[in-house]
């Protein structure tokens, strides 16, 4: 019953709760019953969101031999503060960290080089290619369009 006790207590048995009850007559003496929770229903409706739509400009880029392994393409992407790193939509990412359409913000750059009309930026441990910027995000750092 101690083991029982230190269980709960520990909250290893999480789903079960104690009810103590005291019997009547001349001694005092507990009974434990262990009973179920009901679990409570979800007040939010479950809605199944679609995969972000990859955008023509990451299907483009997509079809050129960059001459690297590329980690991931980015589309409406800017600059982080001290353009020290890139915040941008992920699309194909080899590593298989991200899904597609998933908000993401590099590691620091390590530097950058123009391939193709396209800007291939090498971070700490991964090279992206910039499809597309989010509007003045490029900062006329570039003057690459894509």
């Not at 048995?13 to 003496?29: I, M």
């Not at 007040?43 to 969101?49: A, E, G, P």
């Not at 939509?89 to 590691?107: A, L, Q, Y």
């Amino acid at each position: 019953m101690r083991t029982l006790i230190r269980l709960l207590l520990a909250g290893l048995c999480s789903d079960l709760f104690l009810a103590a009850k005291l019997a009547r007559g001349g001694h005092q003496h507990m009974r434990f019953y262990m009973v179920r929770r009901g679990t409570p229903l979800s007040s939010s409706k479950i809605v199944d969101t679609p995969l972000a739509a990859m955008p023509s400009s990451v299907k483009k880029a997509m079809q050129i031999d960059f001459g690297w392994e590329i980690t991931a393409f980015l589309s409406s992407v800017e600059y982080g503060t001290g353009e020290l790193f890139l915040e941008g939509i992920v699309f194909c990412d080899r590593e298989k960290r991200f899904d597609d359409g998933d908000p993401i913000r590099t590691s620091f750059i390590m530097g950058s080089k123009e391939v193709q009309g396209y800007l291939v930026v090498q971070t700490l441990s991964s090279r992206y290619v910039i499809c597309d910027w989010a509007g003045d995000g490029a900062r006329g750092n570039s003057k690459i369009q894509h």
